[in-house]
């Protein structure tokens, strides 16, 4: 027990010393081993097999897809189709982010990504227009959480593997009515909002030749999540398969139909996706050293004693995870949370019967809403640095949308059954 306690207490104080997630992590463990006599070259070896999966070659192939769409012109017609469909109403272009940050964030599965891109073109249109850059920056970095429920989502392709046993078709499918849902409930919130300050609309007339065009220009970048998501449902491919279909693609489009994917682009679509897939592994082969410490230890048997003496009953332990997730998203980046928790906290909602979907789902749901909470929110800090605009002024901006998706919270951690039909329908 003293171990564990100096274990714990370790990789606090590291991260309070901002020493990243990956690297506290590491240093505890590795204190752990020398203080309970381990050897060394375990350590080397189980940060190796935390790697020697074959599933895992999936998540660099999503993001270089996701980084070459970005770099293809996809953002411009994924606008143009956003602003046709929604660009009349008051406060236009608030709902063009949300409805922009559902389609991008089914392409690219990401939501700091999301933040990224989609802010650094609509943030200043916003301002210029409705001289409200908080509310353009909370918009953007709220809406970005959808990214990682609208499949293809590279958050729920980390789950599964973390899980272990869970259909990643299954998962994607389930994303898609709450990933709806979500957006919606910001839409309804922008309108309040639009409605109050009396924003003006978008007096743009489209004749038939412009619609025509705009759709035929968004059809080239929604079929890219369509290939990938029903290859891997149909069973046609694997997920590392439709990976490469992704990259195929993007590349086949960058180059030949929209014509701005440069080489030079191409060189940095490639290295951003080096980086973050760096940053991935390396969290994901020390959290396996770590989950295996912990296991020798007894440390996930001890978690699942300690929550059945709290409760037998299913919805109490859901809504007990559901607290304890929306805390640690506080302090952990949503990534790094799920390689360290869900080996122990998947397992355990199993045996109190819950849908290992329905699981994944709230996993990847709650620990996103973190994205945008401080003091970690790495998506409010970078719509807030895009805006040029106060953290703490975003976030008071944010709470009328963080009600919403409280809202939206409950209805997918305690009504399963509004989406769970989906993945059902196709058997799985």
Aim: aromatic share 10%; hydrophobic share 60%.
């Amino acid at each position: 027990m003293g171990t564990l306690i100096i274990y714990g207490l370790l990789f606090l104080v590291l991260i309070a010393l901002s020493v990243p997630i990956a690297f506290s992590l590491g240093l505890s463990t590795l204190v752990a081993f020398f203080m309970t006599e381990q050897p060394l070259d375990l350590f080397a070896q189980r940060l190796w097999t935390g790697l020697d999966k074959f599933t895992l070659v999936a998540i660099p192939l999503f993001i270089l897809a996701g980084e070459l769409m970005g770099g293809s012109g996809i953002l411009h017609r994924l606008l143009d189709f956003a602003r046709l469909i929604v660009g009349r109403i008051k406060g236009g272009l608030l709902y063009i982010n949300v409805l922009v940050s559902m389609l991008f964030g089914g392409i690219n599965g990401s939501a700091v990504a999301d933040t990224s891109a989609v802010g650094s073109m609509l943030i200043p249109a916003t301002k210029k227009e409705y001289k409200d850059a908080e509310l353009a920056a909370t918009v953007t970095s709220i809406s970005s959480v959808v990214g990682p429920i609208i499949p293809p989502s590279l958050p729920m392709l980390i789950y599964v593997f973390a899980a272990g046993n869970v259909s990643v078709a299954a998962l994607f499918l389930a994303g898609v009515i709450p990933g709806i849902i979500l957006g919606l409930s910001m839409m309804i919130v922008t309108y309040v909002i639009a409605r109050k300050k009396g924003f003006p609309k978008d007096i743009t007339t489209y004749t038939a030749k412009d619609v025509i065009r705009i759709l035929r220009r968004f059809l080239v970048a929604a079929i890219l999540p369509f290939i990938m998501v029903a290859g891997i449902v149909g069973g046609v491919v694997t997920p590392t398969e439709a990976g490469c279909l992704g990259v195929v693609y993007a590349l086949f489009v960058g180059f030949f139909i929209t014509k701005e994917l440069s080489l030079k682009e191409t060189y940095r679509a490639l290295a951003r996706t080096v980086i973050v897939t760096a940053i991935v592994m390396i969290m994901i082969s020390v959290g396996n050293v770590a989950i295996w410490w912990l296991s020798i230890q007894g440390i996930p048997a001890e978690i699942s004693s300690i929550f059945q003496s709290i409760t037998q009953n299913p919805v109490i332990f859901m809504a007990l995870m559901v607290a304890l997730y929306l805390f640690i998203g506080l302090f952990i980046e949503q990534a790094a949370a799920m390689i360290m928790l869900v080996p122990i906290f998947a397992p355990l909602a199993t045996t109190y019967g819950i849908d290992p979907i329905h699981f994944g789902l709230i996993t990847v749901l709650t620990l996103g809403i973190g994205l945008v909470t401080p003091p970690v929110g790495i998506c409010l800090f970078v719509a807030s640095s895009i805006a040029k605009v106060k953290l703490q002024d975003v976030f008071k901006t944010a709470i009328p949308y963080l009600a919403g998706m409280a809202i939206v919270l409950l209805l997918v951690a305690f009504v399963p059954g509004i989406y769970l039909w989906f993945p059902k329908m196709f058997g799985f």
